[in-house]
């Protein structure tokens, strides 16, 4: 991905960037889905630097590329604000708290202390409901800003219901990625081969 031009990229230093996905990864539990709505708010609400349509484009671009969601869509994000430098910066703050807490885990606390302990198991299931709150909030934000209509609203819930199944080949999540895209494309081409016919 190219870098913006100094006129059309938006404000933000490098520090500002790394800080900012540095928070959200190391506050956000449940991964990617989970951290959607807090970037969100972060990058569109707070510091305003891309639009709320273009983050969903690059939610849909991350949510295409194959690795972590949450590193994706950072990647993408930093990339739009600062260019390739910025995409390495924004991934590494989304990254470096979890490498961190992890290897702190590793280091002080075996897997049956943690099964075993009465307060870190109550701290999690209080934390499952709220991680259950935080994928379905993005899911109907991206629902609005992508107007959905009554002549659409099936598709996700379609979509849904099919990987939920497991039957093989039919249940993949690339195969509505690729039938999502060339579904796009015939509904923007074809009014357009109309037109040239005329």
């Known amino acids: 991905m190219s870098e913006i031009k100094d006129s059309q ?8 960037l790394f800080t900012t996905f540095f928070k959200i990864g190391a506050f956000t539990f449940g991964g990617g889905w989970a951290m ?10 707070k510091h305003h630097w891309i639009e709320r349509n273009e983050f969903l484009d ?3 671009i991350a949510q295409s590329l194959p690795g972590i969601l949450a590193v994706n869509i950072a990647a993408s994000v930093g990339d739009r604000i600062k ?28 897997p049956d202390m943690i099964k075993n302990n009465k307060v870190i198991s109550s701290i999690f299931m209080g934390i499952r409901p709220a991680v259950v709150a935080l994928i379905i909030a993005p899911v109907i934000t991206s629902a609005k800003a992508a107007n959905l209509k009554w002549k659409t609203v099936w598709i996700p819930f379609v979509v849904a219901l099919m ?3 497991d039957m093989g080949f039919i249940s993949n999540p690339i195969l509505y990625i690729v039938l999502g895209g060339l579904g796009g494309f015939l509904v923007w081409w074809l009014p357009q081969r109309k037109t040239r016919t005329k």
């Open 9 to 16: 990229k938006p404000n933000g230093t490098y520090l500002e």
């Open 36 to 45: 959607i709505s807090i970037i969100e708010r972060e990058i569109v609400d």
């Open 58 to 60: 690059l939610l849909a």
């Open 83 to 110: 260019g390739g430098k910025g995409s390495i910066t924004a991934a590494l703050g989304t990254i470096l708290p979890s490498f961190l807490i992890i290897l702190l885990i590793a280091i002080f606390l075996t």
């Open 163 to 165: 990987i939920s199944i």
